[in-house]
T-cell receptor, first 115, second 111 residues
Framework: GAGVSQTPSNKVTEKGKYVELRCDPI?????LYWYRQSLGQGPEFLIY????????DSGLPNDRFFAVRPEGSVSTLKIQRTERGDSAVYLC?????????????FGPGTRLLVL | DAKTTQPPSMDCAEGRAANLPCNHS???????VYWYRQIHSQGPQYIIH???NNETNEMASLIITEDRKSSTLILPHATLRDTAVYYC????????????FGAGTTVTVRA
């Protein structure tokens, strides 16, 4: 079946611009996660959705970052006034639920480059 | 903060078993050991997880020591496509939805 998809696969923007990154989770998965991966490091948690609500956004680095999941399926990560330090791979994952031993399935990521 | 320690890199010969160690000396009784891998330019891929018993699936085997302070991921017959960064992650089964990745082990399988 279809896995987690993310668009765009690559995004180049200029410092100060606004960007949106999209995640399509596996159909039927209620839990959705965003992670960020800087070069040479492991992914770092940003935010977690259970259904439509953000259950934990403690990983968002500052208020320039915001994410939504209005219908409990597709999610959009929004970054305002981008900075060069925002350059990274943004990974989305989904799981059937967030309980127990549920496996998180990752998408291929969006590579964001801020010039 | 990552609760695991892994060697930064290791090489393995194609066709041989690859044994990847992980130390998790502060693991709690309700914490699972998960393994993911990340092939270059792809998202992390789930491999296997376990609590205290050894586990095996079509990809790998997981051996957890009796005191649960360390574990070994075994790729029984490594291929070139197994070249990746392997992450050992400790995670509470209930109430902990985050995966806390460390730096992982970069495994290079050589022909």
């Amino acid at each position: 079946g279809a896995g987690v998809s993310q668009t765009p696969s690559n995004k180049v923007t200029e410092k100060g611009k606004y960007v949106e990154l999209r995640c399509d989770p596996i159909s039927g998965h209620t839990a959705l996660y965003w992670y960020r991966q800087s070069l040479g490091q492991g992914p770092e948690f940003l935010i977690y959705f259970q259904g439509t609500g953000a259950a934990d956004d403690s990983g968002l680095p500052n208020d320039r970052f915001f994410a939504v999941r209005p219908e409990g399926s597709v999610s959009t990560l929004k970054i305002q006034r981008t900075e060069r330090g925002d350059s990274a791979v943004y990974l989305c994952a989904s799981s059937l639920t967030s309980a127990g031993e549920e496996t998180q399935y990752f998408g291929p990521g969006t590579r964001l480059l801020v010039l | 903060d990552a609760k695991t320690t892994q060697p930064p890199s290791m090489d393995c010969a194609e066709g041989r078993a690859a044994n990847l160690p992980c130390n998790h000396s502060t693991i709690s009784g309700n914490e699972y050991v998960y393994w993911y891998r990340q092939i270059h330019s792809q998202g992390p891929q789930y491999i296997i997880h376990g609590l205290k018993n050894n586990e095996t699936n079509e990809m790998a085997s997981l051996i957890i020591t009796e005191d649960r302070k360390s574990s070994t991921l075994i790729l029984p017959h490594a291929t070139l496509r197994d070249t990746a960064v392997y992450y050992c992650i400790v995670r509470v089964a209930l109430g902990d939805y985050k995966l806390s990745f460390g730096a992982g082990t970069t495994v290079t399988v050589r022909a």
